[in-house]
């Protein structure tokens, strides 16, 4: 079966410090890869989305980046974190053989930026 | 992709059937109605989705309405595990648009 890792849980971190999330994915092969973003008390914004390695398609422009350095692994990155980057990031994949909006989501990650 | 609308909270004994109702009057043709949930300071998980057919799964089931206008998610032993924000969406199947947005759902409480 398929499983999705995000890691860390939690992290606090200093406004201006760099920012480094992971997201894995098991058991699967060529998985669509998301990135979302669910600030408190707001909805799920979609950050970036990836249907291949090297392949980052993203949706709103800010200080984060996306990478894809293989095929299950998708990398969330910021040089330098605002107050505004705080929030709930969420990793979620889809199989290229399933419906459009069935994704799947990992445990997320809960930034706190100080 | 069409509006959709849901009672912001429910209750339901643990156990006992729920059934969260969606209404979705604007949708069109090729729009497929979506569920997902989200248990407090979790990730969203997804359970159903289906374009006019009735449709099951090992989690819940899905019973469209004949005109499509709105639909009623089936959880058919509530567990106290099963409280979640239920979130109903109704979402084009074709373009190139992947992103999933919730509105603000059902609370639907399982009580013991």
């Known amino acids: 079966s398929q499983t999705i890792h995000q890691w860390p849980a939690t992290l606090v971190q200093p406004v201006g410090s760099p920012l480094s999330l992971e997201c894995t994915v098991e058991g699967t092969s060529n998985p669509n890869l998301y990135w979302y973003r669910q600030a408190a008390g707001r909805g799920l914004q979609l950050l970036f989305y990836s249907v291949g390695i090297g392949q980052i398609s993203s949706e709103v422009p800010q200080n984060l980046s996306a990478s894809r350095p293989q095929d299950r692994q998708f990398i969330l990155s910021s040089k330098k974190l605002l107050l505004s980057d705080s929030g709930f990031y969420l990793c979620?994949?889809?199989?290229?053989?399933?419906?459009?909006?069935?994704?799947?989501f990992g445990p997320g990650t809960r930034l706190t930026v100080t | 992709d069409a509006k959709t609308t849901q009672p912001p909270s429910m209750d339901c004994a643990e156990g006992r059937a729920a059934n969260l109702p969606c209404n979705h009057s604007t949708i069109s043709g090729n729009e497929y109605v979506y569920w997902y949930r989200q248990i407090h300071s979790q990730g969203p998980q997804y359970i159903i989705h289906g374009l006019k057919n009735n449709e099951t799964n090992e989690m819940a089931s899905l019973i469209i309405t004949e005109d499509r206008k709105s639909s009623t998610l089936i959880l058919p032993h509530a567990t106290l595990r099963d409280t979640a924000v239920y979130y109903c969406?109704?979402?084009?199947?074709?373009?190139?648009?992947?992103?999933?947005?919730f509105g603000k759902g059902t609370l639907l409480t399982v009580n013991p």
């Open positions: 969406i109704a979402l084009n199947s074709g373009g190139s648009n992947y992103k999933l947005t």
């Open positions: 979620a994949w889809r199989s290229i053989l399933a419906a459009r909006y069935e994704q799947y």
